[in-house]
């Protein structure tokens, strides 16, 4: 096996150019694991600890360039205002010394569609993009193009993850969780719910309860219009029990799941029935609060 060394981007790009099939290793918290069970021994690891500019992250006022290596730690202590969703995910991932080490950008190289970030990633609009990188220049995936199905994503073979674009939130995020134990565990299932009142939509992310993570697009489609036309957005009055219920169900029927040994596929499907309810609840009653002191 290889062990490609590289101590700056260019580097990096031209030594994944040269080794197409180089395991890109940063955190480890997913490759270490597969490396030591055997289930995966690649041609060459390609450690990208030395570039440090994966590690930084930057916003214009608008939109978060979140590198590729920047630690859920960071996220957590860091972004929590900017992005709200996505630190509250990464505040599930594993034990201390795996959001310390783990990231968004492995995250999504692992494309599992267990994976913490993905939902709510997905929920925080369809103006997150991927900044992928070649030799052969650099590209802007959307969030919802990029992934392909189980464990894989659109990334050529020859490209890196170098960031994710993020826009600030405008409005209040959630995100929940369902596993076998309160800590360290792998989701049985979760959502991401984010309210977008600068457009008027709102954004959705179901994770590890299909082949690869999805937004409820009928389920936004159907809140959207329930806001517009109840002239919600100005209000910020309740949405009613019977609102709340059917977003729920929505939610629950644009999944499709398996049986497996964290759940079975009716558990997952009524997991997230109850966790589009109670995010939902929580993220409107946090914006009427808003619109209300604002008042």
Request: net charge neutral.
């Amino acid at each position: 096996m290889e062990f490609l060394r590289p101590a700056t981007w260019d580097e990096a790009l031209a030594a994944k150019a040269e080794y197409p099939t180089a395991l890109p290793l940063s955190g480890g918290t997913d490759v270490m694991v597969e490396l030591n069970f055997d289930v995966h021994r690649p041609s060459a690891i390609l450690d990208l600890n030395r570039v440090t500019e994966l590690t930084a992250w930057s916003d214009d006022g608008g939109v978060v360039r979140l590198g590729a290596a920047v630690p859920y730690a960071r996220i957590i202590a860091e972004l929590s205002g900017p992005l709200p969703g996505l630190a509250l995910a990464a505040r599930t991932v594993g034990s201390p010394q795996i959001r310390n080490r783990g990231s968004v950008g492995g995250n999504l190289g692992a494309a599992s569609p267990a994976g913490d970030s993905h939902p709510a990633l997905l929920a925080a609009g369809r103006d997150v993009f991927v900044e992928a990188a070649s030799v052969r220049g650099t590209r802007l995936i959307p969030i919802d193009d990029f992934y392909t199905g189980v464990k894989r994503n659109c990334l050529a073979a020859d490209e890196l993850i170098r960031a994710v674009r993020v826009p600030v939130a405008d409005g209040p995020q959630q995100f929940s969780k369902i596993g076998t134990r309160n800590a360290m565990v792998i989701a049985v299932c979760a959502f991401g719910f984010a309210l977008h009142p600068r457009n008027g939509t709102v954004g959705t992310g179901i994770g590890s309860a299909a082949p690869t993570p999805r937004r409820a697009v009928e389920a936004e489609e159907y809140l959207r219009g329930v806001l517009a036309e109840r002239g919600l957005w100005e209000t910020g009055e309740p949405l009613g029990t019977e609102v709340v219920r059917r977003f729920g169900e929505l939610v629950k029927a644009a999944a499709s799941p398996i049986d497996d040994v964290r759940g079975t596929a009716d558990y997952r499907r009524h997991a997230l029935a109850v966790m589009a309810r109670r995010t939902l609840t929580w993220t409107w009653n946090d914006y009427g609060k808003q619109i209300r002191s604002a008042a």
